[in-house]
C-alpha cells in the first residue's frame, strides 16, 4: 500500500512545478495547473505555462478548461441522484426512455442480427452497450461519426440537435456486439444524459447544476460559458508544423468557443476550473457531502466488472490492473497495473489532458487541467510517480 501524507505532497513541490514547467517549456501543452488535497483540505496548487500564448496570459486557479470525457463521473453522479431518489434502476430498458433502443440491432460479418437482449441503464454505467465513439474502423463508428457530424453542422441553425435526438439517432445504429456481452468505449455517457433528463422531467444542465454544482459551489461549471467567463476560458492549442497553434475543431459536437449548445453531453461536455472539479471529487472523497448519500457513494465507486466484460477492459492499454463500472476506472489489481497505485483508487480522464483521481486509501486528490490535443498524456503518470514513489 502506498502512502502519501501531507508532509510527503509538499516535499515533492517543487519537483512537480518543475514537471508542469517542463511540459509548457517542450511544447508539451501551452500550460497547466495541479490541485492536490487530502482529507483536510487543499495541500497546493501549482500552475505554468499560459492559458493563451498570442495574450501571453498565464493560466490561473479561475481558469476554465473543456474537461471532455471528464465529464462522465458528473454524469454518473447525476444517475446515482436518480438511483437514491428511486426515479432509475440499474436494470431500466434504455428503450423506456429512448424509444430507437427497443429494435436495435448488432452488426456482424453476415449482416445485422436482433440483440439477445435489451440495453439497461447498467450498460450505459458500465460501458457494455455495444455502443462506439466516432471512427472508421466498423459501421458502428462510421454512423456515430455522421451524427456527430450532422450535430456540429446544426450549430447556430433554428434546427440544432439536442439531448434526446442525439440519443435517439444513436439508437438507430447497430451495435458492435450484444449489450452486456462485451466492453467498448463509446457515447453511453451522452445517452444516459437524455435517459436522467426523461427520468427527471429536466434538462440534463439543469438537473446537473441544480443537484450537484450549485449545492457544491461550482460556480464556473457547466455545459457552456456565459459571455462573462470566456476571457477566463483556456486556449485549446493542438501541434502545427512549427509549434502549438490553436485548436478551433468542434470535437465529439462539443462547441470550442464555449457557446451555448442544445446537446448537452454527458460523456463530453463539462466546462469547469480546477478548483470546481476538485469541489466535485472531494464530495465524492467525503461521502457525498449533502450531494449523494454515503452508501451511494459507495456503491458508484466500489463496483468492478467480472468474466468476459473484465477480459474486454483488460485488454485496453492503460486499463492493466483496473475494472470500469459507473463511468469511471477503478483499480482492482494494483500488482498488474504499470504505475504506482492503491486498491480502490477511481476516476477518469480527458480527451484534452484533464485528469482526476480520488485514492480512497490515502484520501488524496489529484487534478490536473490542460487543453492540449495530441498532448504528452505521460505528465500525469510522472505526477504520479512523484507523489508516490518515495
Same mark, same amino acid.
Not at 480546477?274 to 471529487?281: H, I, L, N, S, T
Not at 474486454?312 to 504499470?338: K, Q, W
Not at 483521481?357 to 498524456?377: E, S
Given at each position: 500500500?502506498?502512502?502519501? +501524507? ?17 511540459? &509548457? ?9 495541479? *490541485? ?37 463521473? %458528473? ?18 430498458? %434504455?428503450?423506456?426512455?429512448? +424509444? ?19 440495453? *439497461? ?27 456527430? &457530424? ?24 447497430? *451495435? ?23 427520468? @427527471?422531467?429536466?434538462?440534463? @444542465? ?185
Amino acid at each position: 500500500m502506498y502512502q502519501l +501524507k501531507r508532509e510527503k505532497i509538499l516535499q515533492r513541490r517543487e519537483a512537480l512545478q518543475e514537471c508542469l514547467d517542463r511540459a &509548457a517549456e517542450t511544447g508539451a501543452n501551452a500550460g497547466s495547473s495541479l *490541485l492536490v488535497a487530502d482529507r483536510e483540505g487543499e495541500v497546493l496548487f501549482l500552475e505554468s505555462g499560459y492559458a493563451s500564448l498570442a495574450d501571453r496570459t498565464p493560466i490561473r486557479r479561475d481558469s476554465i478548461f473543456r474537461c471532455y470525457s471528464m465529464t462522465k463521473p %458528473v454524469t454518473s453522479c447525476a444517475a446515482m441522484l436518480l438511483l437514491q431518489d428511486g426515479k432509475l434502476d440499474m436494470y431500466e430498458p %434504455v428503450s423506456r426512455y429512448v +424509444k430507437t433502443f427497443r429494435k436495435q440491432r448488432v452488426a456482424t460479418p453476415g449482416g445485422k442480427v436482433p440483440i439477445a437482449r435489451e440495453c *439497461l441503464v447498467r450498460d450505459l454505467l458500465d460501458m457494455t452497450a455495444g455502443l462506439a465513439y466516432d471512427g472508421d474502423e466498423t459501421q458502428t463508428q462510421q454512423e456515430t461519426k455522421a451524427v456527430f &457530424a450532422e450535430a456540429e453542422q446544426r450549430f447556430g441553425s433554428s434546427r440544432p440537435m439536442d439531448t434526446q435526438e442525439f440519443a435517439a439517432r444513436i439508437g438507430e445504429i447497430p *451495435l458492435l456486439f450484444h449489450p452486456g456481452e462485451g466492453w467498448n468505449y463509446g457515447v453511453c455517457a451522452d445517452v444516459l444524459g437524455a435517459v436522467i433528463e426523461k427520468a @427527471a422531467d429536466m434538462p440534463f @444542465a439543469d438537473f446537473v447544476s441544480q443537484r450537484i454544482f450549485r449545492p457544491l459551489g461550482m460556480a464556473d461549471s457547466g455545459f457552456s460559458v456565459p459571455e462573462t467567463g470566456r476571457d477566463r476560458l483556456v486556449t485549446a492549442y493542438e501541434h502545427g508544423e512549427s509549434g502549438l497553434v490553436p485548436y478551433t475543431g468542434n470535437h465529439l459536437a462539443i462547441r470550442n468557443d464555449g457557446g451555448c449548445n442544445a446537446f448537452h453531453s454527458g460523456g463530453a461536455g463539462l466546462f469547469a476550473t480546477a478548483g470546481d472539479y476538485a469541489r466535485f471529487a472531494r464530495m465524492l472523497m467525503n461521502g457525498g457531502e449533502g450531494v449523494l448519500r454515503e452508501g451511494t457513494v459507495r456503491w458508484m465507486t466500489g463496483r468492478r466488472q467480472t468474466g468476459i466484460v473484465q477480459e474486454s477492459i483488460a485488454r485496453n492499454i492503460g486499463m492493466e490492473g483496473r475494472s470500469y463500472a459507473n463511468l469511471m476506472r477503478v483499480t482492482v489489481d494494483p500488482a498488474a497495473a504499470f504505475i504506482p497505485t492503491n486498491p480502490g483508487e477511481y476516476g477518469w480522464d480527458g480527451w484534452l489532458g484533464t485528469c482526476f483521481i480520488n485514492d480512497p486509501a490515502t484520501g488524496v486528490t489529484i487534478l490536473l487541467m490542460q487543453n492540449q490535443k495530441d498532448g504528452d498524456t505521460s505528465i500525469i503518470g510522472r505526477i504520479r510517480s512523484i507523489l508516490y514513489l518515495s
